[in-house]
């Protein structure tokens, strides 16, 4: 640790070093992770490596910088779009003179319909079935793209905006790199372009001097992997980097917001931490077992461990704010001798052991070792082998897991987080796998329905219905949801007002920039 440490000084004051008046254009961040993994944004769904991929692609919309709710769609690759009366048919006329990265040629509908077919195809991406309702992507001239779906949607805009699939790459790159390539050196066309990559140490990025919205005032991103907390904040403190997200704790807010020179930020959308179920393996595959796991779980404790100003109880299978979200949910109440009835009753009176895979991230972590203590005190031991970020999402996606600890913020339509977690085209290990680790399915057809309905209360009607059969089934035990919390030191401007970011990490924009 001592060695690493000092390397990373060395790195840092090397990066920063400079004529001693001149501005500084190095913008170093922190990040808690060993990795950030594959750096393809149609393959990459780990908060570490979302911040990053977004400041080096687009979508053909954007939610503007510093928001995070669908009413702030504004244009971003594309200029413009209209739709047909019945949702069907999309089209979306293209800026003109988008630069790829690296040389590579003019951004045109060529590009954007190899982005959105890449992002529904299973093998080249990790969001394909939130393209399923797609039926063909057209270039219809150079500037103009046509969508066609299958049946109307509720959230277009958020199939094709700088987050998950929605983010464009270029064509020319993507092929001549091949998958594995292109996961280690990404084109795009947002303002910064990948530089350079070193596994378990640094991703460095430099200014896309042909931005569309004009040349970054920031020269140079190096995005650091530092998972260790105590690491982070000395860095912050001694000017090592400029920006890490933050600790998820009262304690870290309240003192990292008193120490001069810093600024602490919390930010939506919320993740929302959920212990889903894997209702295929015993003993969770009894409905008493999994009835007794809701019921050892106490929500306000949790919230009051992990700080009352910085999350909330989750209200709900889908968190709190979505449109569509059923604010009043009948979750199970918090009740251990009820918890340890329903054992004795499921044929477990001397309790039960689950195993769980889980990520080493420190705040993920820290929850989880809190919601294993609630557990034990109703008879129920769980059994934590912890693995780093990468390989916690990889091992959860091949099944390896009785208990899944997810942290997740998604587009804020219910849809989206109801069609991912528990419809049944999800499930992992299927065909179209997403991130279904419980098997739910009890609640398709109410999904099904509500994605074509035109209705907005007979939708939102359904979906509430959705989430009502879900909790009954206890698919999945929701718990907690956290805000996004960053620090950064004064001295950076980064050109708009953080209110929210869908990438669960401030937007580093063509006018990011340091002010001294």
């Known amino acids: 640790m001592r060695k690493t440490w000092l390397l990373g000084g060395a790195m840092a004051a090397l990066l920063c070093a400079g004529p001693a008046l001149a501005q500084k254009t190095t913008l170093v961040v922190g990040m808690q992770t060993q990795d950030a993994g594959v750096l393809d944004p149609h393959l990459n769904s780990g908060t570490p490596g979302k911040a990053l991929l977004n400041w080096m692609f687009n979508g053909l919309v954007r939610i503007k910088p510093g928001q995070a709710s669908p009413d702030q769609i504004e244009p971003d690759i594309a200029e413009s779009w209209t739709s047909s009366p019945d949702g069907k048919e999309w089209t979306f006329k293209l800026r003109q003179g988008v630069q790829c990265h690296h040389d590579g040629g003019e951004f045109t509908s060529e590009d954007a319909v190899y982005s959105l077919n890449r ?190 100003a910085i999350s909330r109880q989750a209200v709900s299978v889908v968190p709190s704010g979505y449109f569509g979200t059923h604010e009043t949910a009948p979750l199970l109440p918090h009740d251990v001798n009820k918890a340890k009835a329903l054992l004795t009753e499921a044929g477990f009176p001397n309790g039960i052991t689950l195993k769980a895979i889980h990520t080493t991230l420190p705040g993920m972590m820290g929850f989880m070792e809190a919601v294993q203590a609630q557990l034990k005190r109703a008879g129920i031991n769980l059994d934590i082998t912890p693995v780093e970020h990468p390989t916690f999402h990889q091992q959860i996606r091949q099944d390896l897991s009785q208990v899944v600890h997810f942290q997740a913020a998604r587009f804020p339509i219910a849809d989206v987080y109801l069609t991912q977690f528990f419809h049944s085209r999800s499930i992992v290990k299927t065909p179209t796998a997403v991130t279904n680790f419980s098997h739910c399915k009890v609640a398709d057809a109410e999904i099904d329905a509500a994605r074509t309905e035109q209705d907005k209360a007979k939708q939102v009607a359904l979906w509430k219905t959705a989430q009502e059969k879900i909790i009954a089934e206890v698919c999945a035990v929701p718990v907690n949801e956290m805000l996004m919390l960053w620090a950064y030191r004064d001295n950076l401007d980064l050109g708009y007002e953080l209110k929210g970011s869908l990438n669960l990490g401030p937007p580093v924009t063509e006018n990011t920039r340091f002010t001294r």
């Open 119 to 308: 992002a529904a195809n299973k093998d080249s991406s990790t969001f394909s079935s939130d393209y399923a309702a797609f039926d063909k992507v057209e270039a219809v001239d150079k500037y103009t793209v046509k969508i066609t779906l299958k049946n109307a949607i509720p959230s277009l805009l958020g199939q094709v905006m700088n987050y998950h699939g929605g983010n464009m790459v270029c064509k020319k790159a993507a092929e001549a790199l091949g998958k594995d390539g292109f996961g280690k050196k990404p084109a795009g066309t947002g303002p910064f372009m990948f530089a350079e990559y070193v596994p378990q140490q640094y991703v460095k990025l430099v200014a896309n001097p042909k931005y569309f919205r004009g040349e970054p005032k920031l020269k140079e991103i190096i995005y650091r992997f530092i998972p260790s907390d105590a690491a982070r904040d000395l860095a912050l403190q001694a000017g090592e980097i400029d920006l890490m997200i933050g600790r998820q704790e009262q304690a870290w807010v309240d003192r990292t917001a008193k120490t001069a020179g810093l600024k602490v930020v919390a930010f939506g959308p919320a993740e929302m931490s959920v212990i889903h179920l894997n209702m295929t393996q015993p003993p969770l595959d009894n409905i008493k077992v999994r009835q007794a796991i809701a019921h050892a779980i106490n929500r306000a404790g949790i919230q009051q461990f992990r700080g009352p």
